[in-house]
């Protein structure tokens, strides 16, 4: 595979490909541990930005939880004003991040040139904080907002990128609180600045505070050439405001820019406030903002919250840590070697079938072969081999996960018996009797991404 990548990324190349997919071009930018390239999918045409990341950099800085976090959450928060991971591959040297192109370029550019009208400047902030709610009802908070962070696409649209010091709900210490300090000095909380326990969610709401003063002001709240000033300036909320922000907008701000989180506005607020609500497009873009679909859904299907229910009442798997399956599924792009993380054992495959189809399709499965089948818990079951094997009953948990809208992902586990009667089972048995459901079985050479589907339309 190496081989391959250098042959392809060749310069003397009249056409730098990349996995036979993408199409590299121009450098769009650069940064300590990756550069960003403007890309083409060979098979649609679509414009997008590939990262690529020297996987020796990020080992040597101790970036390897960093990177497998920053693909996780770029998962979980697919939002229309949010800069979408499309898909991630790996060489033994490189990792590639295949993203959105986001044609605009960053809000800064335009900030710098001067304060916003004040109508732009409710439009971005209202999808702002439309994106980082809803990354915070997922338990993502982003910590590190600022305009350089704000990216605008062909439509003048806002996204929100950069998550790569983004914060999951596992990394709160017992206390229930964040205690990594991180961010730019300008935009960040002062119980960040402190370096005490924090609530990513409330110190996000402070950056907001902070990007929509720039916005309306032109430059920043808190500024100083000696950084300890800027640090007591923001110990104490010490501002002014320029004579042309309007009376409701520095209301709003006041209240984003409290010192005490636990009195800080919440989001739930922020949408009850006037200057937000302000203008006869507030319900268009509310709703637009709202109207969160994975592009790939041709049905539309909204996706919900996190472990909630999706179109109604109907329950979802839980979502795959997206950097396991990538490792799990894909023995050419293996990023389980490139971090030394040992794989989970079992055998796993990929459907493009409902849950409901795959859970029922498991039962008669399990009665073809005279297994008992219990539910150990929402989309997790257990089969239990009814005769005596060389070490005992085998015993097998199945768990079903979903990646995408239209991707689920299906874990077998050896729970009890004899390891041989185990891979048997799934090899002579369970394998064969699956495959009007199976996209792709793990380790298949490179079947998902050349769409060799057994059955392509089931839904």
């Known amino acids: 595979m190496q081989g391959k990548e250098q042959k392809q990324l060749s310069p003397k190349s009249p056409r730098n490909i990349l996995f036979d997919k993408y199409e590299m071009g121009r450098l769009l930018g650069q940064g300590t541990f990756a550069k960003v390239y403007h890309g083409k999918n060979l098979a649609t045409k679509e414009n997008v930005a ?65 304060k916003l009208k004040e109508d732009m400047a409710r439009k971005y902030f209202r ?9 915070h009802s997922r338990g993502v908070s982003h910590r590190d907002l600022k305009p350089e962070n704000l990216l605008l696409d062909e439509n003048g649209d806002l996204k929100v990128s950069d998550f790569g010091l983004s914060a999951l709900p596992e990394q709160h210490w017992s206390d229930g609180m964040l205690h990594t300090q991180c961010g730019t000095p300008a935009y960040v909380a002062p119980e960040i600045l402190r370096k005490k326990g924090y609530d990513g969610a409330k110190a996000d ?15 920043l709240p808190f500024q100083d050439e000696n950084l300890m000033r800027t640090y007591s300036k923001v110990f104490k909320a010490d ?13 709003l701000i ?41 592009d790939k859904n041709g049905k539309g299907e909204k996706i919900g919250n996190l472990g909630r229910t999706r179109s109604g009442n109907i329950p979802t798997p839980p979502f795959l840590n ?28 990929t459907s493009k079938c409902s849950a409901s189809t795959i859970m029922a399709k498991l039962q008669v499965v399990a009665e073809r072969l005279n297994f008992g089948l219990a ?32 991707v689920a992902v299906v874990e077998f586990s050896q729970l009890a018996g004899d390891t041989l009667e185990y891979t048997k089972f799934c090899e002579e048995d369970v394998r064969p009797a699956l495959k009007d459901i199976v996209w792709t079985w793990q380790g298949e050479e490179n079947e998902c991404s050349q769409k060799k589907v057994a059955n392509p339309n089931c839904h």
């Open 127 to 135: 999808q702002l904080v439309s994106a980082v709610e809803f990354c």
């Open 239 to 251: 501002y002014e405001f320029p004579p042309w922000i309007s009376m409701d907008a520095r209301c």
């Open 205 to 219: 709401i402070w950056s907001c505070g902070v990007v929509l003063f720039v916005f309306l002001a032109g430059y």
């Open 322 to 349: 997206a950097f396991e399956f990538i490792s799990s599924m894909s023995e050419g792009f293996d990023l389980s070697n490139m971090f030394e993380t040992k794989r989970k054992s079992g055998s796993m495959f």
């Open 50 to 114: 590939i990262k690529v990341i020297n996987k020796d950099h990020i080992k040597k800085e101790g970036l390897m939880e960093q990177i497998k976090r920053e693909i996780y959450i770029m998962h979980l928060v697919r939002h229309p004003h949010i800069v979408q991971l499309k898909e991630v591959m790996a060489t033994k040297t490189k990792i590639f991040f295949v993203m959105e192109h986001v044609k605009g370029g960053e809000l800064f550019a335009k900030v710098s040139k001067g």
């Open 375 to 406: 539910c150990e818990k929402e989309f997790t079951v257990k089969l239990q081999g009814k005769k005596e094997g060389r070490k005992g009953k085998l015993a097998v948990t199945a768990e079903l996960y979903q990646v995408a809208a239209e």
């Open 254 to 294: 006041k209240k984003l820019l409290v010192v005490d989180p636990e009195k800080r506005i919440s989001f739930q607020q922020i949408m009850r406030n006037p200057w937000f609500r302000k203008g006869s497009n507030f319900a268009k873009s509310i709703a637009s903002s709202n109207s969160i679909e994975d």
